[in-house]
Nanobody, 123 residues
Framework: VQLQASGGGSVQAGGSLRLSCAAS????????MGWFRQAPGKEREFVSG????????SYADSVKVRATISADNAKNTVHLQMNNLKPEDTAVYYC?????????????????WGRGTQVTVSS
């Protein structure tokens, strides 16, 4: 499974960004796709996840009311819409895929990783 993340950029606080993760290779409807982020000097942390079928979605508390994850199964692409961005959202965002299905929030649950996309939020 190959993953390509896109959609990062620089925005002011209160702005929005839509991150996308295109998957290629072997994909199944039971796979879980996740977004993680890593800020400078911090450990990588879970942001959001979705099972390809879309029935199971999970969010970190820090983004729960500001983020929406969705899956376009026809295009093998997962989107993460983030609104009301805050400076503390500044990080490199990574998409990841797991062969397991469910609310998976640990890095250890994910086998496949894409390159990150930088999100910078200025105050």
């Amino acid at each position: 499974v190959q993953l390509q993340a896109s959609g990062g950029g620089s925005v002011q606080a209160g702005g929005s960004l839509r991150l996308s993760c295109a998957a290629s290779g072997r994909t199944f409807s039971t796979m879980t796709m996740g977004w993680f982020r890593q800020a400078p000097g911090k450990e990588r942390e879970f942001v959001s996840g979705i099972v390809w079928g879309g029935l199971t979605r999970s969010y970190a508390d820090s983004v729960k009311v500001r983020a929406t994850i969705s899956a376009d199964n026809a295009k093998n692409t997962v989107h993460l819409q983030m609104n009301n961005l805050k400076p503390e959202d500044t990080a490199v965002y990574y998409c990841a895929a797991s062969d397991r299905s469910g609310s998976l929030t640990s890095e250890r649950d994910y086998l496949y990783w894409g390159r990150g996309t930088q999100v910078t939020v200025s105050s």
